[in-house]
C-alpha cells in the first residue's frame, strides 16, 4: 500500500505525517524562521518540536551536512550521531519556505534504538574494503585497480531486528564492474550488510553537434557513425557557436562552468589547445567531442542562470555554479557516467562516441546537477527519477533545436544520434519521454524502465506549463528530497516549490498530472479552496491570506487576481499612493509604481502610440464588434466613460459608452 497521509502529533508542530519504512515525512508545519539562518532556523524547530518528532535530544545529536538555497526556500540537513559515530542514513532535513518558516521535515531518525551490540570495531578499514571488494568484482584473480581510493567511516546500521550494530561504511569505485558501490561491512563479523551502486550512467553513450546530426537533418537513414568517419552530412550538422567563459590564461578547454582535459595517462589522445581559441575540428579529430561537450555543459549552466540560479546574485542558490570536470574519451565502453568519486562526467566511445550527442551530454550533466543539489541524493526511487530528469533535461533544452518538421513529431525522443548503433527505431531513441507508463503497475525495478514513468510527468506538465516554469519547479524541488526519496515525496515537495515561487498558481496542474500517472492518489490529488478565490488552502497558509475570504485586504480584488497581478494581497494599496489596488486596475494605471495613478492613466489611446487618433477608433471598433481580442493593457487605455465633471471616471468595463466619448475626443468636441 502506498504512503498517505495521515494527522500528524500536535507536539511536532505540523498537519500531516507520511511514514515510508522508516522514513517519516511532516507536511504543513508553520513554524518561523529566517532565509538569511537556515541552520539557526532549523535547529530553533528541532529544539522546539523534537519530542513530538521521536528526537531523544532536540538537534543536540544532530550533525549539519549541509544547507542549501533555491530560488524561494532554504534547505537544511542533518545526520545522527550515536556514541561518538554517525547512524547510517539516519538523516533529518528542514525545508523552509519564501518567508522562512518551516514547512516540511523528513526523517530517518533512529528514535529508540535496542541496545548496541559491539562496540568495538574488529575488522580494520582496509580489511572491510577486501571484503566489499571480494562482493562486488566479478574476478577476484585478475583484480583491476580501483578507479579511485576507497571513502570509509565507522558507522551505526540499523539491523532488521532494531539493533544497532557497529559497521563500516564504504563507497568503492570499481572499475570492473563499474561503479559507485555504496557497501556497509559489519565491522565485528566482516558480513555484507548493504550495497547499492550509486553512479548515475546510461548505457549506449554519443555526444556532438547542437544536439546531434540525426535531430539537425531529421534524417538517420542516411547517416551512420562509420568508425568516426566523417562526410557532408555530418560535416553539415556541424554549428559554428561562440565559446564562453573561456579561461585566459589557456588555450584548453578550461572554463567558468567546465574544466575539460583527458587526464587517463592510457590515453594517447591530444588536447584541444588553440591559442587562436579557434576549435575548428570535423568529427574524424578527437579533438572534436572535447569542443561538443565544452559548448554543451556551458550552455545548460547558463540557462540554469536564467531560471535564476545564480550564486553571484542576492542570495547564493546557484547549482553548479562552478566548473565540472568533464572526460570527453574515458574509455571504449558504450557508456556514459557520472560519479561523485571525481565529481565528474565521463563518456565512452563504443558505437558513437558518447561525447558527440548533447542529448546524452544533457543526461549526465543532469545527475551531476542532482548531486550538487542534494548530497542526500540516491536510494529510494531516486535513481529512477534521476534517469528521468536526465531524459527531460535533455529533450526540454534542446526541443526547439534541429529540424523543426522533425521535432514536431520527435520532440520527445532522446540521443537519436547516439543510438543509431543499437536501437533499429524510427526514429532510433534512447529512450522516449512522452510513454505512457503508469505508476506503480509498470514499475519493474530498473532505474533506466521505471525513470520513465518520471521523464514522461515532467514532459506533461511542460506541455502545460512551458519550459521555463516547469525547469524552474523541477530544479527547485530536488533541494527539498530526503535520501531514499519515492515518486511521490517528490511530486509533494514540487507542489511546494510551486506555492513557495508561485503562489500556488500550477498546483491544479501539477497535482492532475502526477495523479494521471499514479504517482499520487487520494487526498493527494484533491485542492481544497475552501472560499473559492483560485488559492488552495495550502497556498494561502504560506502567504499569510485568510483560507475562508477570497478578499484578504481591504480592495475587490480576490486573493488569486492580486497573486497573478503581483499585488499584496494584505495590502490594499500595494504601491502606497493613495489608490487601491483595485481602483488603479479598473483606471488602467499600475498598483506597483507609486509614480503611475489613475490620474496619469492613458485617455484613450487604444493602440498606446502615444496619440488618440482615427486607428484608435479602428481598433476600438473591432474591439466591440468581436474582431480582435484585447490585451489587458487595451482594454484599460479606452475605459473613459463614464464622465464625471467631464473627466473619465473607468468602470472597468469597454462598451458603447466609452466608443462615443472616444469619438468626441478624436474629432476635437471634448477636451479632458
Not at 523534537?50 to 542533518?78: M, N, V, Y
Request: glycine share 10%; net charge negative; aromatic share 8%.
Amino acid at each position: 500500500m502506498p504512503p498517505r497521509s495521515l494527522p500528524a502529533a500536535a507536539e511536532s508542530g505540523c498537519k500531516t505525517r507520511r511514514d515510508s519504512g522508516q522514513s517519516r515525512s511532516y507536511r504543513g508545519c508553520r513554524f518561523p524562521g529566517k532565509r538569511i539562518d537556515p541552520p539557526g532556523s532549523a535547529r530553533a524547530y528541532l529544539k522546539a518540536h523534537g519530542k513530538g518528532l521521536g528526537l531523544l535530544r532536540g538537534s543536540d545529536d544532530l550533525e549539519l551536512i549541509e544547507s542549501k538555497q533555491g530560488l524561494a526556500s532554504s534547505h537544511t540537513r542533518f545526520r545522527q550521531r550515536l556514541a561518538g559515530y554517525p547512524v547510517f542514513q539516519g538523516n533529518v532535513s528542514v525545508h523552509q519556505g519564501r518567508d522562512g518558516s518551516i514547512q516540511v521535515v523528513h526523517s530517518r531518525y533512529v528514535p529508540a534504538p535496542k541496545p548496541v551490540i559491539r562496540k568495538r570495531a574488529i575488522l580494520t578499514a582496509s580489511r572491510a574494503e577486501l571484503v566489499a571488494r571480494d562482493a562486488i568484482e566479478q574476478s577476484t584473480v585478475n583484480r583491476q585497480p580501483l578507479r579511485a581510493a576507497t571513502q570509509s567511516e565507522l558507522v551505526w546500521f540499523l539491523h532488521e531486528s532494531g539493533e544497532l550494530q557497529l559497521a563500516w561504511n564504504l563507497m568503492v569505485y570499481s572499475a570492473e564492474p563499474l561503479g559507485d558501490f555504496l557497501t556497509v561491512i559489519h565491522a565485528g563479523t566482516g558480513e555484507l550488510l548493504f550495497m547499492e551502486n550509486r553512479m548515475a550512467f546510461v548505457s549506449g553513450g554519443g555526444y556532438v553537434y547542437a544536439p546531434n546530426p540525426v535531430q539537425f537533418h531529421g534524417n538517420w537513414t542516411s547517416i551512420s557513425d562509420g568508425n568516426d568517419s566523417t562526410g557532408t552530412l555530418l560535416d553539415s550538422a556541424r554549428e559554428s557557436v561562440i565559446l564562453q567563459g573561456l579561461d585566459s590564461n589557456t588555450g584548453l578547454l578550461e572554463g567558468e562552468f567546465v574544466s575539460l582535459i583527458i587526464r587517463r595517462k592510457d590515453k594517447k589522445l591530444p588536447d584541444a589547445d588553440e591559442a587562436s581559441r579557434n576549435y575548428s575540428y570535423d568529427r574524424s579529430d578527437k579533438r572534436f567531442e572535447q569542443v561538443v561537450v565544452y559548448h554543451a555543459v556551458d550552455s545548460i549552466q547558463r540557462y540554469i542562470h536564467s531560471l535564476g540560479f545564480d550564486d553571484d546574485v542576492g542570495i547564493a542558490n546557484g547549482i553548479r555554479d562552478f566548473p565540472t570536470p568533464t572526460h570527453a574519451h574515458w574509455d571504449t565502453a558504450d557508456q556514459s557516467f557520472y560519479s561523485t568519486s571525481d565529481d565528474g562526467i565521463h563518456f565512452g566511445d563504443g558505437g558513437v562516441d558518447d561525447a558527440e550527442d548533447a542529448d546524452i551530454i544533457a543526461h549526465e550533466y543532469g545527475h551531476a546537477i542532482q548531486h550538487d543539489q542534494n548530497s542526500s541524493w540516491g536510494g529510494g526511487q531516486m535513481g529512477a527519477m534521476g534517469e528521468g530528469f536526465g531524459d527531460y533535461l535533455a529533450a526540454s533544452f534542446h526541443a526547439l533545436d534541429g529540424d523543426s518538421a522533425y521535432q514536431s513529431t520527435h520532440d520527445a525522443c532522446v540521443g537519436e544520434w547516439d543510438a543509431t548503433s543499437y536501437d533499429n527505431g524510427s526514429p532510433p531513441c534512447l529512450r522516449r519521454v512522452d510513454g505512457i507508463k503508469q505508476y506503480p503497475v509498470d514499475l519493474v525495478g530498473q532505474v533506466h524502465a521505471d525513470g520513465e514513468i518520471w521523464s514522461a510527468t515532467l514532459w506533461d506538465i511542460r506541455g502545460l506549463l512551458g519550459a521555463f516554469a516547469t525547469d524552474q519547479l523541477v530544479l527547485e524541488h530536488h533541494f527539498a528530497l530526503p535520501g531514499g526519496s519515492s515518486m511521490g515525496t517528490a511530486a509533494l515537495a514540487m507542489v511546494d516549490a510551486d506555492i513557495n515561487l508561485n503562489a500556488g498558481l500550477n498546483e491544479a496542474v501539477i497535482r492532475d498530472a502526477f495523479c494521471d500517472r499514479g504517482i499520487v492518489t487520494g487526498i493527494d490529488c484533491t485542492i481544497t479552496d475552501d472560499d473559492n478565490d483560485g488559492l488552495s488552502n495550502d497556498a494561502e497558509v504560506e502567504l499569510g491570506t485568510d483560507p475562508a475570504n477570497p478578499q484578504s485586504d481591504a480592495d475587490t480584488l480576490t486573493d488569486f487576481q492580486e497573486v497573478v497581478l503581483g499585488t499584496d494581497p494584505l495590502v490594499a494599496d500595494t504601491d502606497s499612493d493613495g489608490y487601491n489596488d483595485d481602483v488603479e486596475v479598473a483606471a488602467g494605471s499600475n498598483p506597483l509604481d507609486g509614480n503611475s495613478t489613475p490620474s496619469s492613466a492613458a485617455d484613450g489611446d487604444v493602440n498606446g502610440d502615444g496619440a488618440v487618433d482615427s486607428a484608435d477608433l479602428l481598433l476600438a471598433m473591432r474591439i466591440l464588434v468581436g474582431s480582435y481580442i484585447p490585451s489587458g493593457a487595451e482594454q484599460a487605455r479606452w475605459d473613459v466613460a463614464p464622465l464625471v465633471g467631464g473627466t473619465p471616471s473607468p468602470d472597468g468595463q469597454n462598451n458603447a459608452g466609452d466608443y462615443i466619448v472616444l469619438l468626441r475626443k478624436v474629432m476635437g468636441n471634448l477636451v479632458y
